[in-house]
C-alpha cells in the first residue's frame, strides 16, 4: 500500500538522521501516516515530527523540517510531488500522479484480488455470528448479526486470516423447558408439524402471558429444563424435533441473503463439556460456591460476579459459552475470536472475557464483542415474548417485490428472468446495505424510502453507479485499457487518487471491527464517479487516448465497487 511505503521512508530517514547524531536515539514506535482533512494539506500526512520532539525535547518544527529534506533525498521520493512542513510540527505528502496511475493498473491487473493481502497468513480469526434461538421466528431483529457477521468474516478472509465462522444456535437453556412445558400443556402435535415455527412461537408468548397471572409456570419451565439437562428421553425427542424444525427455517431464510456460515454448532454441543469447566474454575479457586450456586467473583470486585451453575445445578448460558471457548482455542488455537452480538450483552461479555483470562483461557484482548444497536421498526422495539415481531422473510420479500417497481421503471426492455433476477438483487442488496452503513453501535430505524433510495446512500445508489458504469465500458467496445497518463481534470484526479486508498479501507474496516466504513467509502467513490460522468465526456472524448484513459478510470471504478460490494456480500447487477 502506498501509505506503508511513506511509512517505510519515514522510518529510514530516521534511522539515517540518529546514525548521523542528528537526531537523538528513541525507540520508534507505530508512525501514523493518515489523509489530511484538508486536501489543501495534501494526500497524506504525519504527525511524527511532533511525537520526536516531544520525547527528544526538541522544537518539532525543526525535526519536521529535517525530515523532510532527508525524504526529498532519498530513492523513494520518486513518490512525492512535494514534501511540506506545517505548523506545529506535521509533514504533509503530495504524491505524483505517476503513482495513482500504477495504483489504477494495479487495480485493472489485479482485479477481483485487489485489496487482498496476506497480512493475516497463518493467523486464525473465529467470527459467531447470527446465532439465532431455536423454535422462534428469524425476525428482522436477527439481521444485524447475520449481516454485519458476514461481512467482518468477508474482510478478515480478504486479507489472508484462516476465518472460521461459526452459527452458535441458542438451543439450550431455561426457555426450552418452559416451551417443553407449553407444547405438553396445550400444544397440538399435528398443527405443530404443519407449520412449526408459527405454532411454537405462539405456545412461547402464551407461556409468558399465563405466567403473569400465574408466576408458578416459571418454576415449572426450570423443571422441565432440568429433565432436559438429565437427558430425560421424551424431553430430548421433543428438543430435538423443535432443533429440526428450526434449522429448516433458518436455512431456507440463509439462503435468500446469500448468506454461508462454516459450522452450525448449538450451546447443546457443548453440554458434554460443562462439569469439566465447573471443576476447573472450583479447583483453580476462579469459582466459589454462594448459596448453593456457583460464581466466579472478580478481583476488586470490578464486574459483578458471573454465575456458572444455579442453586438447582442447571447451567447458564456463561457455563456454556466459557466451554465453547475451551473448545474452540483448543480445536482452533485462533489469533481472536469476534463476537457480533447485540449492546444488551456489553456487560456479560466483560465478564466472559474476564473470567475467560482468569481461567487461563487467553488474554481478555484476544476476545472482541462487536455491540450492535437495536434495529427498531416505527411502533419501536421488537420482543419475542409479546409476540409483535416482523419476520425478516417479509421483509425480504417486500424488498424484493419494491425493488423490481424500480427495475421495471427504470428499464422496460426487461425480459421476467431478468426483471426478477435484478429485483432480488436490488431488495435484498438494499437490506443489507442499509443495515452496513451504519457504525455497528448505532440504533437503526428501519425506512423503507432511505432503504431502497437510488439518490442518496444506499445499495440501490451503488448498484446503479456500477451499472452506469458497465454501461459504458460495454458501448466501448475496449476489452481492456491501461492509458491513465491522459488524465487531468480535477473530477478524474479525485476519483484516481480515492481508487488508490481501497486497501487502506479495507485493513481499517477490519481493524475496527466496521464495515460501514466501507460503506463509507464506497458511497464517496460512487458520488464522485457520478460528477465526473456527468461533468466530462468519456465516449467523445477530444482524443483516442483521452476516450481510452477516461474508460480505465471508468474500469478502476467498476471494480473497486464491486469488490467492495461482495466483502459486504451485495451482488453487483449489469443492468437496472
Known amino acids: 500500500m502506498i501509505r506503508d511505503e511513506i511509512k517505510k521512508l519515514i522510518e529510514k530517514s530516521i534511522k539515517k538522521l540518529q546514525k548521523e547524531r542528528v537526531l537523538l536515539k528513541f525507540n520508534i514506535s507505530e508512525i501514523e501516516v493518515k489523509h489530511p482533512e484538508e486536501k489543501a494539506h495534501g494526500d ?23 525530515l523532510s529534506s532527508e525524504l526529498k533525498s532519498q530513492d523513494g521520493s520518486k513518490l512525492f510531488e512535494k514534501v511540506e512542513t506545517a505548523k506545529p510540527g506535521f509533514i504533509n505528502f503530495f504524491l505524483s500522479k505517476s503513482v495513482f496511475e500504477d495504483e489504477l493498473n494495479k487495480i485493472l491487473t489485479q482485479g477481483d484480488n485487489y485489496g487482498s493481502s496476506n497480512v493475516g497468513h497463518g493467523k486464525t480469526v473465529i467470527v459467531e455470528y447470527s446465532s439465532p434461538n431455536i423454535a422462534k421466528p428469524f425476525s428482522i431483529g436477527h439481521l444485524r448479526s447475520t449481516i454485519i457477521g458476514q461481512a467482518i468474516y468477508n474482510l478478515y478472509k480478504f486479507l489472508g486470516y484462516k476465518v472460521v465462522g461459526i452459527n452458535h444456535l441458542g438451543d439450550w437453556g431455561t426457555q426450552f423447558g418452559k416451551l417443553i412445558y407449553a407444547i405438553e400443556a396445550w400444544g397440538d402435535k399435528e398443527k405443530i408439524a404443519k407449520d412449526p415455527i ?24 426450570r423443571k422441565w429444563f432440568k429433565k432436559l439437562e438429565e437427558g430425560n428421553k421424551e424431553v430430548r425427542a421433543t428438543w430435538k424435533k423443535s432443533v429440526e424444525w428450526s434449522l ?16 452450525v454448532l448449538g450451546e447443546s454441543f457443548y453440554q458434554p463439556m460443562l462439569k469439566d469447566v465447573i471443576k476447573e ?55 481472536k475470536i469476534i ?28 476476545y472482541f464483542h462487536v455491540a450492535h444497536g437495536l434495529m427498531r421498526l416505527s411502533g419501536g422495539r421488537m420482543r419475542t415474548r409479546k409476540g409483535d415481531i416482523i419476520l425478516l422473510e417479509d ?45 455497528y453501535s448505532t440504533d437503526i430505524v428501519f425506512d423503507w424510502d432511505k432503504v431502497l433510495n437510488l439518490k442518496g446512500n444506499s445499495g440501490p445508489y451503488l448498484q446503479y453507479a456500477y451499472v452506469r458504469g458497465r454501461s459504458v465500458l460495454r458501448k466501448s467496445g475496449l476489452k481492456k485499457n491501461f492509458k491513465a497518463g491522459e488524465l487531468k481534470e480535477k473530477e478524474e484526479i479525485q476519483v484516481l487518487k480515492l481508487l488508490s486508498q481501497f486497501p487502506e479501507v479495507i485493513e481499517r474496516s477490519a481493524k475496527d471491527y466496521s464495515p460501514s466504513l466501507l ?58
Open 248 to 263: 429448516k427455517e433458518f436455512n431456507r431464510i440463509y439462503e435468500l441473503l446469500g448468506v454461508k456460515i462454516d459450522l
Open 395 to 439: 421483509v425480504l420479500k417486500e424488498a424484493i417485490e419494491r425493488a423490481g417497481r424500480i427495475a421495471e421503471d427504470k428499464n422496460q426492455g426487461l425480459n421476467k428472468n431478468e426483471k426478477e433476477e435484478i429485483a432480488k438483487a436490488i431488495g435484498i442488496g438494499a437490506v443489507k446495505y442499509n443495515d452496513l452503513s451504519y457504525h
Open 281 to 335: 474454575a472450583l479447583d483453580n479457586k476462579i469459582a466459589i460456591k454462594s448459596r448453593g450456586a456457583i460464581i466466579i467473583s472478580f478481583p476488586k470486585d470490578i464486574l459483578p460476579p458471573l454465575m456458572i451453575q444455579k442453586s438447582d445445578g442447571t447451567t447458564l448460558y456463561s457455563t456454556r459459552d466459557l466451554a465453547t471457548i475451551k473448545y474452540r482455542r483448543e480445536k482452533f488455537r485462533p489469533f
Open 198 to 221: 408459527k405454532e411454537l412461537t405462539k405456545l412461547y408468548v402464551r407461556f409468558h402471558e399465563e405466567s403473569e397471572s400465574k408466576p408458578e409456570l416459571e418454576e415449572e419451565g
Open 44 to 66: 497524506y500526512a504525519t504527525n511524527i515530527a511532533l511525537r520526536i520532539g516531544k520525547d527528544a525535547k526538541k522544537e518539532a518544527m525543526e525535526i519536521a523540517e529535517l
Open 339 to 366: 463476537y457480533e452480538v447485540g449492546a444488551d450483552q456489553t456487560l456479560y461479555f466483560k465478564q466472559l472475557f474476564l473470567a475467560s483470562e482468569l481461567l487461563g483461557f487467553g488474554r481478555k484482548e484476544d
Open 519 to 576: 460503506c463509507n467509502f464506497l458511497f464517496e467513490l460512487a458520488q464522485s464517479f457520478n460528477t465526473f460522468y456527468e461533468s466530462l465526456p468519456i465516449l467523445e472524448a477530444e482524443t483516442d487516448e483521452l476516450k481510452k484513459a477516461r474508460l480505465s478510470l471508468v474500469e478502476g471504478i467498476c471494480q473497486i465497487i464491486k469488490n467492495g460490494l461482495n466483502i459486504l456480500g451485495i451482488s453487483t447487477p449489469e443492468k437496472m
